[in-house]
C-alpha cells in the first residue's frame, strides 16, 4: 500500500497510452514465465497444476490484454458482458489507493483485478465481479 500511495501521483497523469503499452507489457510477462507462474500458485494455493496453467493464467493474460484497450476507450459501454459469466465495468477517473484481499482458493486471475484497476485505473480502469 505504502508504493502505490508513493507511485499514485505520478501514475495517475499518466496517459491511457503509457497504461495500454503497461497493462501489455504485463501480459506479455504472464505469457512468458506462465510455467514459473503456475508452479508458484499451484504450490501456494494447493492447486492442480493444470487448473492453473490451463485455465487461470491463459484468463490472466486475456484480461490484462483486454483492459489494455480499455484503458483508451474514452466513450463507450461501461459495463457488459465481455466474457462468459462475468460482469465488466469501466471506472475513468483516477481513485486512488486499491486494496483487495482475496481467500487462497480463488482462481490466479482474481489476483490481477487490482492490477488492472490500478494500471489502467487511473481515469480509465476496470474491475471485474464474476
Known amino acids: 500500500m505504502k508504493a502505490a500511495r508513493r507511485a499514485f501521483a505520478g501514475w495517475s497523469q499518466t496517459t491511457p497510452a503509457q497504461r495500454s503499452q503497461a497493462l501489455l507489457a504485463l501480459a506479455d510477462l504472464v505469457d512468458e514465465h506462465a510455467e514459473e507462474l503456475a508452479r508458484l500458485e499451484a504450490l501456494n494455493a494447493g492447486k492442480p497444476l493444470a487448473a492453473v496453467t490451463d485455465d487461470e493464467l491463459p484468463v490472466m493474460a486475456d484480461n490484462l490484454r483486454f483492459f489494455r484497450r480499455a484503458a483508451r476507450v474514452l466513450e463507450g459501454r461501461a459495463a457488459g458482458e465481455y466474457m462468459e459469466g462475468y460482469t465488466s465495468f469501466t471506472r475513468r477517473e483516477a481513485v486512488g489507493v486499491i486494496g483487495q484481499v482475496d481467500a487462497v482458493e480463488l482462481p490466479a486471475d482474481d489476483g490481477d483485478l ?15 465481479a464474476g
Open 114 to 128: 487490482e492490477i488492472r484497476a490500478g494500471a489502467g485505473g487511473g481515469q480509465h480502469g476496470g474491475v471485474e
